[in-house]
Nanobody, 124 residues
Framework: VQLVESGGGLVQAGGSLRLTCAAS????????MGWFRQAPGKEREFVAG????????YYRDSVKGRFTISRDDAENTVYLQMNSLKPEDTAVYYC??????????????????WGQGTQVTVSA
């Protein structure tokens, strides 16, 4: 299974970016998709997730109202629309496939397949 992220870049505070994660290859248990991020010197953290069966959305508090996760089932693609970006959103963003339905969607341990990451830099 391959996950390829794209859409990262440099943007000024208040700007927007749209990240794309395209999944391909093989068959796998898929209970949802998630976006995580890791800033320099910090641990990787959950950003947003979507369950595959019901389409329930989850967000970390700091991005609620600014970020939107969505999916295109036909294209096996997940998006993360990021608006009103802040310098503290600067990080490498990763998408991942949730392969364990028994762990919370916010738990990194629930995810088996990860993309290579895309850099998002927000300047003040």
């Amino acid at each position: 299974v391959q996950l390829v992220e794209s859409g990262g870049g440099l943007v000024q505070a208040g700007g927007s970016l749209r990240l794309t994660c395209a999944a391909s290859g093989g068959t796998y248990s898929n209970y949802g998709m998630g976006w995580f991020r890791q800033a320099p010197g910090k641990e990787r953290e959950f950003v947003a997730g979507i369950t595959w069966s019901s389409g329930t959305l989850y967000y970390r508090d700091s991005v609620k109202g600014r970020f939107t996760i969505s999916r295109d089932d036909a294209e096996n693609t997940v998006y993360l629309q990021m608006n009103s970006l802040k310098p503290e959103d600067t990080a490498v963003y990763y998408c991942a496939v949730r392969s364990n339905a028994f762990l919370p969607i916010r738990d990194q341990g629930a995810y088996k397949y990860w993309g290579q990451g895309t850099q998002v830099t927000v300047s003040a």
